[in-house]
């Protein structure tokens, strides 16, 4: 089992920055890829970004250029850095882990609202 925390969602301007932080406890050695989804109201789920354990990027084509997806092996914690944040990016934000072969994983979400 993979437990996943995320902090770090809030209110912000447009323009401005929010970096989100997920962190991983339990059986991460089996972790393949790590992302970050969102939905916002009354929208389907998307992919934000993902990482995998060999540190390749891929990231939605709304967000290239803006959204980063750093990560920390040493703390277990994966981060979604969010810059030139716009209206269209509000949504819940949640932390994924795929083990191939064994299951995903899913944080609890966190919110983000970039509004003036």
């Known amino acids: 089992q993979v437990q996943l925390v995320e902090s770090g969602g809030g209110l912000v301007q447009p323009g401005g920055s929010l970096r989100l932080s997920c962190a991983a406890s339990?059986?991460?050695?089996?972790?393949?890829?790590m992302g970050w989804y969102r939905q916002a109201p009354g929208k389907q789920r998307e992919l934000v970004a993902h990482?995998?354990?060999?540190?390749?990027?891929n990231y939605a084509d709304s967000v290239k250029g803006r959204f980063t997806i750093p990560r920390d092996n040493a703390e277990n914690t994966m981060y979604l850095q969010m810059n030139s944040l716009r209206p269209e990016d509000t949504a819940d934000y949640y932390c994924?882990?795929?083990?191939?072969?064994?299951?995903?994983?899913w944080g609890q979400g966190t919110q983000v609202t970039v509004s003036s």
């Open positions: 994924n882990a795929i083990a191939v072969g064994v299951g995903q994983y």
């Open positions: 990482i995998t354990s060999r540190g390749a990027t």
């Open positions: 339990g059986s991460i050695f089996g972790i393949n890829v």
